[in-house]
């Protein structure tokens, strides 16, 4: 765990420059990096996938791993919340029927069901002036219909990034809205600035998306992660 293990990772993708590296991937990368991501097994049957099921503890989730398919939930391939063997089985033959046609060669990726809690983005992007940036917004309709979210350049400090949660137009609702907790800003704002250092540590990753990462009233679990290199 460490630098050194993400040396390692980064080293063995680089071929893969140019495409998407794949959740599973990422997720080993940013968890060596100190950033709070579930677990994940990789599974090529049901009988591996309910086997998985036993050692994460239920319930889980399973989701397409192919390098065609990268936004999964869009055709069919996110089950979530499977609570026993015989919903894993029903969820990884779904999968497979959408997925098989797309990649053969698909994998199901296992991975245990997070709590619920409020969903939120972060991503780092190259603007081709500027350089890359941080961006920060709320999960779901608060990004795609009102691009809520906002932006610093790369590095930044702990402060910077309190400034970038509190900016946003939704930030009351993190803050603790109609008697709910307030979210762990904290937590989110050591997880920008992890996330920007680790990309002025290696510039040659040119976009990463935690896209969502659950934020709690302590702590936070990023459930879905991708990046490009370059
Ligand atoms: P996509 O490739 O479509 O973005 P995601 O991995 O983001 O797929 O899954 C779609 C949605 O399912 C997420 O936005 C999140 O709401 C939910 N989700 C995904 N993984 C988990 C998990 N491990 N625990 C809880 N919810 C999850
Ligand atoms: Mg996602």
Redesign the pocket.
């Known amino acids: 765990m460490g630098k050194e293990q993400v040396d390692r990772l980064l080293a063995s993708l680089v071929e893969s420059k140019g495409e998407m590296v794949s959740?599973f991937e990422t997720k080993e990368v940013i968890r060596n990096w100190g950033l709070s991501a579930?677990e994940c097994m990789l599974a090529d049957s049901v009988d591996e996938a309910m086997q998985f099921g036993k050692n994460l503890g239920y319930p889980i989730?399973l989701?397409v791993h192919s390098p065609a398919i990268?936004?999964?939930?869009?055709i069919g391939?996110?089950k979530?919340?499977l609570k026993d063997p015989g919903e894993v089985k029903t969820a990884y033959e779904e999968i497979k029927k959408v997925c098989e046609s797309i990649d053969p060669n698909f994998r199901v990726l296992v991975?245990?069901?997070?709590k619920p809690g409020i969903?939120v983005i972060l991503g780092v992007s190259r603007d081709p002036q500027f350089g890359p940036a941080v961006m920060f917004g709320l999960?779901?309709v608060f990004v795609e219909l009102f691009e809520d979210v906002s932006f610093r350049l790369i590095p930044l400090s702990g402060n910077d990034a309190i400034e970038m949660i509190t900016s946003i137009r939704a930030f009351p609702l993190l803050k603790g809205y109609r008697g709910k907790e307030a979210v762990d800003i904290e937590m989110l704002s050591n997880m920008i600035v992890l996330l920007s250092n680790l990309v002025v540590q290696y510039p040659f990753i040119s976009e990463i998306d935690l896209?969502?990462v659950?934020v709690y009233s302590k702590g936070a679990?990023i459930?879905?992660a991708?990046m490009k290199l370059t």
């Open positions: 959740e579930t989730v989701k990268t936004h999964k939930s869009d391939g996110v979530l919340n991975q245990p069901m997070a969903e999960g779901g896209n969502p659950i679990t459930v879905d991708r």
